[in-house]
């Protein structure tokens, strides 16, 4: 190689070493907001369900201000290197989908949506080329929500709260049978979704020793959920 190509070699080396480290910062400020909104959702497990409430309204201004993140890192990575740098935000992109996720449950009873948690994360369809929510990580998170919520059924029922094992169960085996459907290829995702068995098996036992102890009306005399 002669001189002026070293140069350009060393030029592009150097860009991609600052544009990592760049990267990184903001990850790591990423890092920090999902710790702390995992954080907060995490007393959920000791918290009455008319508390609740309040709890989200502490977590939804943090899941928010993770706007300012996905903002700065679609600036920093240029057109159509997506897929050269997401590996670096998948995991903070994870937790903020598992608690945006989480949060809709508590708050709704049903599932997030890639365009919701698109609109929570401020993720732009025009940055698509440079920030986008993959599929597969989106994914991540509601398995991610299950694990959670079959710890959930077991705490609830330590707080009184008889009723939530019935309504996780539903809502999980309904999300169990959309899993089923698809075609995963990836290897990660696929051993995650095979765990989701033994996540569904500990919600049901839950469910099954609440009935069997008469915790909770038989089917035909519980409270319809309000639409």
Known sequence: MDQHDLDFINSQLEG????????????????KKTRTV?????????????????????????????????????QLVPQNQFWRWKDMWSNSIRAAVFGAALVEYLGTG???????????????????????????????GLITLVNELSRLAVNAVTLGNYEEPIRISIFVKDLFAGFSMLNL???????????????????????????????????????????
Request: proline share 6%.
């Open 16 to 31: 991609d070493i600052d544009l990592r480290e760049k990267i990184k910062e903001q990850v790591h400020e990423f890092d």
């Open 110 to 140: 049903t599932l997030i949506t890639v365009v919701k948690v698109n609109e929570i994360l401020g993720i732009h369809d025009e940055w698509k080329d440079r920030l986008a929510l993959p599929a597969e990580d989106y994914l991540h």
């Open 185 to 227: 290829k990836n290897d990660t995702l696929r051993r995650r979704y095979d765990s989701l068995k033994y996540d569904l098996k500990k919600i049901e036992e839950v469910v099954y020793d609440v009935s069997l102890r008469k915790l909770v009306a038989p089917p035909g005399q519980r409270p319809q959920p309000t639409p």
């Open 38 to 74: 995992v954080g907060l959702l995490n007393k959920v497990h000791g918290t009455t369900s008319d508390k609740i409430p309040s709890l989200l309204d502490d977590v939804r201004p943090l899941l928010v201000d993770c706007r300012t993140i996905t903002a700065s890192l679609a």
